[in-house]
């Protein structure tokens, strides 16, 4: 087992990419800046995808840096977990940039959007794939603080504030994140997340893991803005440029669910049943909080934040589950979910560019029918189906695959109100198709002024294209699923391919 | 001795960092978050540095003496770089914010709050 250079290529594209960005100017007329960005996220979508072919047909790869061999170096692992995950955040930062590219937005020239951009693709990808716990905390890290400071320059005037609560909560979520990681070397004497499997395994559990697995559950759930920790989520999500916001709602929440299915499936698979017993729980409740707050919200792209929440509670109920059917399940709901919340946000935002002021509320957007043109309403009509799990899409197909592995396992109350939420979705975004694409309001009712030009649809388009292929061909996606639930359930298959010394 | 005086000193730095970061002026809250990293680095000082009492990376050692951990330190010179930068992020938000707002209270810092 050798080095393989796609898993460093994957993290590292996008950073050099954004350092080289930094070379060039970035106006409106002088786009050299946005083209450099395409060319890397382009690159880093066909490496993420080569890798994920080459995993499914050899099983994970691993680098090691410097060549030294770990537990005492720093290894990057993709396995099927990270390199499936690994594609899908590449693929969503191709319809970012696709949709900055001709962003009008007035954050977009200036000359840190896209190295930002970047960077926080590299913490994403990094954090993916390294099989070392204080590396994930950097990786962490890095994407936070981009992520902050591309909403504290967002057009939005609120950006500032929400960019300041997110820092403040985020910050303290990453605090935690490294006092556990802080007491699981205390505890193991290694950062080794495939060492620390190895002797989680074998030895007894110390009181001082046992807090740090607490920890670590907390810092995750608090990423991915799961209900009792959601509060920072509707408003970071708002506020941030549209192509971010897409990025975050839809690939940047689904690290914490990373972080949580390697939690219970690698490290702490002895106290996975009390976590998931959580998850379950915090699941059904996220579902209806976020579905309910959904319907009721004044924003168009606040509607899509809540509706992450709900979206979230379904990957953790089916986590929950920890059948592994239902783990198949949760990582086919976040892998779909991610093409169509982005693409649904870009929507919103190619809305609230085409009027003045921008801004996605209801009470400026709605009755613009008939001005807007009809591909935008057409376009978020496929993308609410497939939210809502109508077929031919995609959603459709992870909602299937809920219903089942909840019906297998025989939790039928759950499965009824996990669908009957459905419901709750179709609401709110045929409500928002019906008000917003549909009605049309007399010019004086309006209170906006209507800008002859905005920005293009071909990024959601992109994005929707790739969820209807998958809702109708989603055979290949299930297989490989389930050949990932395989290897998850089989943590000796991640800790053989480390290749620990000794072992 | 060493050991209590560390618990010691992680305890009350943690304590104080939690309060201040409750707080509702945010220059407080921004110094309680530094104050809780100081804590946390001090907590992964502790775990490994005090093990033994001779430098890393030396040859003869004597026999019975053990060796510092080294790792510790470069963990807390990474943690200490990522801190320090979240720290200046969020005293540079903190300024945009008083200045929009005419306030550092994080009750009159809540517009989006509706």
Known sequence: MGNNPLVIAIVFVPFFTGVFTLLFSNTDRDKTQRYLSLAGGVITAVVSLLLLIQVVEEGPQVYQLGGIQPPFGIVFVADNLAALFGVMASTVLLGGILYSVNCQDKCLSYPAFMPLFMFMQTGLNGALMTGDLFTFFVFMELMVLSSVSLVAISDDRYGPEAALKYILISGMGTLFLLLGIAAMYATFGTLNMADMAQQLATGERPLLAQSAGIMLTAAFLLKSAVFPFHFWQPDFHTTAPTPLSAMLSSVVVKVGIYGIIRLVTLLFTEEAQQIEQLLVLLGIIGIFFGSFSALRTYNGKRMLAYSTIGQVGFILLCIGWGTPFALAAAIIYAFNHAFIKSSLLMLMGVVASRIKPKSAEFSYINGLGGKLPWIIGGLWFIGGMALAGVPPMNGFISKLAVARSGVDDGQWIPVILAVGSGILTLTYMFRTWQNVFQAKAKPEELRVKIKPVGDSVLAPAFLLTISLFLGLYARPLVDIATATVEQLNNPSIYIGVVGLFGG | ?114
Do not use: H
């Open chain 2, 1 to 114: 001795m060493t050991d209590l005086l560390f618990a010691m000193a992680v305890g009350i730095l943690f304590a104080i960092g939690v309060f201040q970061l409750l707080r509702r002026d945010l220059i407080k809250a921004a110094m309680g978050f530094s104050m809780l990293f100081t804590a946390i680095n001090l907590f992964i000082l502790a775990t490994g540095a005090y093990q033994g009492d001779v430098p890393p990376y030396t040859t003869n050692v004597e026999a019975g003496r053990a060796v510092s951990d080294p790792l510790v330190q470069a963990l807390i010179l990474t943690a200490v770089v990522v801190s320090f930068g979240s720290y200046a992020l969020l005293l540079g938000l903190i300024n945009i914010a008083s200045r929009r707002y005419g306030s550092v209270d994080s009750d009159d810092i809540s517009d989006l709050k509706r």
